[in-house]
C-alpha cells in the first residue's frame, strides 16, 4: 500500500524559509512523478511544482518559480520543496502526491501546514 508522509510545516515570518519533505512508501517511486500541491482554506487546490521521474522540474510561474525548488531522492524515496522568500499568501496545506505524470496524480499524502505571518 503506498503510502506518502509530509514532514516540515510550520510557522515562519514573511521572508523566511522552510523545507518540506515527503517520505513515500509502498512502491518503486523512480517510476513515478512526484510534486506538490497547495490548498488553503476557501480557495482551489493549485499546483505547486512537480518533478519527473527523470528530473525534470516544473513549477507554477505564478508564485513558485523563483523562489521555490523541488528536488528528489529516489534512494530515500523522498520529494523535498524548499521554499524561500515565504509570503503571507503561501500560508496554505501543502500535499505531497506522485503519479504516472505531473498533474495526473494517483497518490496523495495527508498534507502539512505551513503559516507565514506578516
Known amino acids: 500500500q503506498v503510502q506518502l508522509v509530509e514532514s516540515g510545516g510550520g510557522l515562519v515570518q514573511a521572508g523566511g524559509s522552510l523545507r518540506l519533505s515527503c517520505a513515500a512508501s509502498g512502491g518503486t517511486f523512480s517510476n513515478y512523478d512526484m510534486g506538490w500541491i497547495r490548498q488553503a482554506p476557501g480557495k482551489e487546490r493549485e499546483f505547486v511544482a512537480g518533478i519527473s521521474r527523470t528530473g525534470i522540474s516544473t513549477y507554477n510561474v505564478d508564485f513558485a518559480k523563483g523562489r521555490f525548488t523541488v528536488s528528489r531522492d529516489n534512494a530515500k524515496n523522498t520529494v523535498y520543496l524548499q521554499m524561500n522568500s515565504l509570503k503571507p499568501e503561501d500560508t496554505s496545506v501543502y500535499y505531497c502526491?506522485?503519479?504516472?505524470?505531473?498533474?495526473?496524480?494517483?497518490?496523495w499524502g495527508q498534507g502539512t501546514e505551513v503559516t507565514v505571518s506578516s
Open positions: 502526491a506522485v503519479g504516472r505524470s505531473t498533474y495526473n496524480w494517483d497518490y
